[in-house]
């Protein structure tokens, strides 16, 4: 029999096996299942204590939860009245689940509907509205602004999976609630456990009351100013991590510029791949190609630049790479006139090789593009 949901994860057996209808904690009644990932499944409950709905990430024995666990923890610590905290995503309950193999972390959340990712893959044309993309990065860049500026916590790692919308209608829950109630999720007998299948939300046609977009997934998250080491998905990298430089908050803003490129234009501005395999060195190609040459005093900063570029600053053409002059006003398919002008002139302001000069969440709030309507 094929192999469905987690089990197609190189994580299989290392998930607790949750059932439907199980009592977490005296508290948490599992009701269907969200979704699943590398390092979590994650279910539709009902909170017995407080007579609400929640959504319990269930993660695998071993995994690094206990990092989103202290972020999650250090910010819920932290007192602010900053607006962006709203729009990071927090932690109602932690606990610990034991299976016959060993702790499961659990963290409990607000239940939210679906992510970014599979908002656009349900929209008309794939892609988003210019007004949609602009409320959408409005609300991100506050909740980042809070993250750096009063929390000093680095995300690192955003990507549409991981930008997530509720609901303002509650009655979308309970719906789903008898859903599974009605027509039970498909399943598989696997040994001891089963495999439930996902329940996704679908809108119905002419559905409008989605709520704001809230930043998620902190598994990634570094809490202080400056750090090292490789994060960001491959063509989400910022290139001061390519080079192994020393990086901040300003890689956050270089991902939400890959990101929300991608959700505007249904297209990736950096692929960064040779033959479907990632390649530092096509990616630096591909920003070089868009962004034009990195200036030396920020090859200056790394050893590895020596790898792709000569003393000169000429592009050594590692794995037969190339530079091609397509510059970012180029990439734009679909704007014209003053709105083509805003549009690009936001993006440039967060692909800037030096993360220095990179404008920070707060500058970009005040951005011409997101303010003129």
């Known amino acids: 029999m094929m192999d469905i ?4 994860m190189p994580t299989n057996g290392l998930y607790y096996p949750v059932r439907l209808g199980e009592v977490f904690k005296s508290r948490y009644e599992v009701l269907s299942k969200l979704g699943y990932g590398a390092n979590s499944t994650v279910w539709f409950c009902r909170d017995l204590q407080q007579q609400k709905y929640a959504a319990l990430k269930v993660y695998r024995f071993g995994s690094s939860s206990p990092r989103e666990i202290e972020v999650l923890k250090y910010l819920a610590a932290k007192k602010s009245e900053h607006v ?6 927090s932690m109602i309950d932690s606990f610990v689940a034991k299976s016959a193999i060993g702790d499961h972390h659990c963290l409990v959340h607000e239940p939210l509907l679906l992510n970014l ?9 794939k892609r988003l509205s210019l007004d949609l993309l602009k409320r959408t990065l409005r609300h991100l860049l506050l909740s980042l602004d ?7 916590v680095v995300h690192s790692d955003i990507q549409a999976r991981n930008i997530l919308l509720g609901t303002i209608d509650q009655s979308v829950y309970s719906d789903m609630d008898a859903a599974e109630v009605q027509e039970p999720s498909p399943q598989k007998i696997n040994g001891d456990s089963i495999i439930y299948q996902s329940r996704r939300f679908h809108p119905k046609a002419g559905f409008t009351a989605w709520g704001l977009p809230v930043l998620c997934d902190l598994g990634e998250a570094r809490i202080g100013s400056k750090h090292t080491g490789i994060i960001q998905p491959n063509s989400f990298r910022a290139p001061e991590v390519v ?3 020393e990086w901040d908050c300003k890689v956050d803003i270089w991902n939400l510029g890959v990101m929300a490129w991608h959700l505007f234009e249904d297209d990736h501005l950096f692929d960064g791949r040779i033959l479907g395999q990632h390649s530092d060195a ?4 591909e920003m070089t190609s868009v962004l034009g040459p990195p200036p030396s005093s920020f090859l200056e900063q790394s050893e590895a630049a020596l790898k792709y570029w000569g003393s000169e600053g000429n592009w050594k053409g590692v794995q037969g790479t190339e530079i091609k002059s397509v510059p970012l006003e180029d990439c734009e398919e679909y704007l014209e006139g003053k709105e083509y002008d805003m549009f690009v002139g936001f993006f440039k302001r967060m692909f ?10 707060r500058e970009l709030l005040q951005d011409e593009f997101l303010i003129v309507s």
Do not use: D, F
């Open 5 to 8: 949901e987690e089990e197609t």
């Open 352 to 361: 800037v090789w030096n993360p220095k000069e990179r404008a920070t969440a």
């Open 282 to 285: 096509q990616l630096l190609a």
């Open 117 to 125: 990712l599979e908002l656009q893959a349900i929209l008309p044309r």
């Open 243 to 245: 080079l192994g430089m």
């Open 146 to 152: 809070y993250l750096h500026t009063e929390a000093v």
């Open 84 to 89: 962006g905290k709203a729009y990071v995503r």
